[in-house]
């Protein structure tokens, strides 16, 4: 027989092996953790040095708050992405125009102004810049350009832009709030989600110490049902 090592298989570290009997997705893990609270609230026998169940209860319900607007501000940002996403169309749109006008009044000499309302080259072409904080530059440009050109009362004129750079600016500051509350969700939420997954895994450990016979039917008796997840 070969030497017996902590790899060696059926001889896993306990916590690894508990590991396994806990959800991996969010929701489910919530689940678990609210079916755990109970019953060790319902079971003083069971206990831990270092925590109690009034301490999973308040983990449990902050990592429920965190994920609820985490879930909610997540299921926004798509509306928000798709706003920003029909107006950078609008703004493609609206600078081949632009480009047209350029070119009656300046003829050959036309794209000498390009530079005035924010486009730059790139390989062949010129364009707006697809990065939102240089379009939002590029609009207040375009503006200026447009009433210094005598463009302002064409069809893509004034009236036109002004109505994209009203909307774009507060959708790009409230796509950027989104990202930033939803990483700093993300954080909380994985750090509550580990020590929740530590007092879980204590408590199955704690389990099959004092149902060295039945701890299965106990784990299923708790909450721990791995067919569920």
């Known amino acids: 027989m070969g030497e017996i090592t902590e790899n060696t298989p059926g001889l896993e570290p306990k916590e690894k092996a508990s590991k396994r009997n806990l959800p991996a997705a969010n929701l489910d893990l919530l689940t678990t953790a609210k ?18 169940a009034d301490n999973l209860v308040s983990k449990t319900t902050d990592y429920e708050q965190i994920l609820t607007a985490r879930i909610s501000e997540g299921s926004r940002r798509p509306v928000v992405t798709n706003q920003l996403k029909n ?3 609008q703004i493609d749109v609206g600078i081949g125009f632009i480009k ?11 794209q000498s102004h390009y530079s005035q309302y924010g486009l730059i080259k790139t390989g062949n072409k010129y364009i707006i810049p697809a990065d939102r904080d240089n379009r939002i530059s590029a609009l207040n440009l375009i503006l200026e350009a447009l009433d210094r050109d005598g463009l302002s009362g ?3 004129g004034a009236a036109y832009w002004e109505n994209i750079r009203t909307q774009y600016l507060p959708l790009k500051q409230e796509a950027a ?5 939803v990483a700093s969700k993300v954080s909380a939420k994985n750090v509550l989600k ?3 997954k530590k007092h879980l895994v204590a408590i199955i450990n704690v389990l099959k110490g004092n149902y060295p016979d039945t701890y299965k039917s106990e784990m299923r008796a708790w909450g721990f049902q791995k067919e569920k997840y």
Do not use: F, H, Q
């Open 35 to 52: 079916s755990v609270t109970e019953k060790w609230r319902n079971t003083p026998a069971i206990t831990l040095i270092w925590s109690t």
């Open 87 to 89: 107006l950078d169309k």
């Open 100 to 110: 047209d006008y350029l070119k009656e009044l300046y003829n050959k000499d036309d």
């Open 154 to 156: 064409r069809t893509y």
């Open 177 to 181: 709030g989104m990202d930033e509350s």
């Open 194 to 196: 580990e020590e929740i």
